[in-house]
């Protein structure tokens, strides 16, 4: 088969997936209004996710479920199910792979698919291949889904953002003035909430503003590469494959915990924190990976968040080596502030523990701590002559 010329790209987002999984199993909450929160019985609960008939009254994700309920006080809230949830995306990205193999998970609840050859072989047409996907979820999940068609991953994202709940929508190049680039700038796929801002400060307010800005050194100097890429996003340019593996091996590994009480003691905080070391820990392991970065993260009582972070020379896995530079962290940073939530976060990941760097005379004594006394030794005298160095012996004790 020739190399085609065009791609054609889906990208799949299932609609306020939370809610619908419950809703899936409790089909008598389907025209009433559902939040999920991760913390049902606390004051303190926050809207991880709303069903769109909640969203009429204003309801939104981040949303304080204080807030919430009283924009929409016959608001039925459901305590996050998160197995659930897991079990529902396998079944999501199974039923995605009987149509290709080129499949790429974008997170819980949407994914990219590569349907190029799909086109080619069969001719089939790409909203009527979306229509029966689309139909197929529903029936099988009972879950609604928005579709986006383009010739890019890109374009394909922010079409799919266009009409929800359960639509499909093809953006092609030529549609871009019409359809992309009127759109307020914060609505652009890759432009955080930090970044809008500044963008507005310089007369970016679309995405439009962003493709005639003529100042490209200018927003280089501000956000670095991610500025030309920004541009040629926007000007509908994405060269980037759908990879089937990309996600197999997560990028980060950490664990977060929002107290049911505002925290004032270091005791009871760091309690805490060790028990999210533990979780980290035993995700590092279930991955087989070791981190060379570790982050803190604290959140006070009026939501102000820092993150501190450090970078270590040999990367850790276990409990016992995460949480003394957690501590670390904790005490160099924390001012004494009640705390609302903390956060352990590892990333940097590698598949070894080994250390790059080099062995040498000032350095061996770190390797030996690992049970490996006779292998380092062999190895310094291989470099350094076999007369060099030899294993001391305890006073008191017979060399044996």
């Known amino acids: 088969m020739e190399k085609p010329i ?53 309801v939104s994700s981040a949303m304080p479920l204080v807030q919430a309920k009283r924009k929409c006080p016959n608001l039925v809230v459901i305590a996050a199910n998160f197995n659930l949830y897991k079990q529902v995306s396998r079944q999501f990205l199974d039923l995605l792979h009987t149509y290709t193999d080129q499949v790429e998970k974008a997170s819980i609840d949407e994914a990219y698919l590569d349907v190029t050859a799909l086109f080619q072989e069969g001719g089939v047409h790409p909203v009527q291949l979306a229509l029966q996907m689309q139909q197929r979820i529903f029936n099988e999940l009972k879950i609604g889904c928005s579709v ?35 759109r307020p700038i914060e609505e652009m796929f890759g432009v955080g909430k930090a970044s809008a801002p500044k963008l507005k400060q310089l007369g970016i307010q679309t995405i439009g503003d962003l493709v005639h800005f003529h100042e490209v050194e200018r927003l280089e100097w501000l956000f670095e590469s991610q500025a030309l890429k920004w541009i040629e996003h926007a000007r509908g340019e994405d060269l980037s494959i759908v990879d089937p593996q990309r996600y197999e091996v997560p990028s980060s590994i950490g664990h977060s915990t929002t107290f049911s009480k505002d925290y004032y003691f270091e005791r009871e905080i760091k309690e805490e924190a060790k028990k999210m070391c533990l979780k980290t820990a035993n995700r590092l392991k279930k991955y087989g990976l070791y981190a060379k970065t570790v982050s803190l993260q604290l959140k006070d009582t009026h939501f102000k968040q820092m993150t501190r972070s450090l970078t270590v020379s040999k990367p850790i896995q276990h409990m016992n080596e995460l949480y003394p530079l957690v501590e670390g962290l904790f ?70």
């Open 331 to 400: 005490d160099d940073h924390w001012e004494g502030q009640p705390l609302r939530l903390i956060g352990v976060y590892t990333s940097n990941l590698v598949h070894t523990n080994k250390t790059t760097e080099p062995l040498n005379l000032f350095n061996y004594q770190s390797f030996v701590g690992e049970g490996k006394i006779r292998k380092t030794m062999e190895e310094i005298k291989n470099k350094y002559g076999a007369d060099l160095i030899q294993k001391g012996i305890q006073k008191g004790k017979k060399n044996e």
């Open 148 to 182: 986006g068609i383009g010739p890019n991953k890109f374009l394909a994202k922010m079409a799919s953002d266009m009409k929800k709940p359960n639509g499909i929508t093809v953006l092609r190049k030529r549609d871009l003035p019409q359809l992309l680039w009127p």
């Open 6 to 58: 065009f791609r054609i790209i889906f990208h799949i987002d299932l609609n306020a997936f939370f809610a619908s999984c419950e809703i899936a199993r409790r089909p008598e909450l389907k025209d009433v209004p559902v939040a999920i929160t991760g913390e049902k019985s606390s004051k303190r609960g926050i809207v991880t996710t709303a069903n769109y008939v909640a969203r009429k009254y204003g």
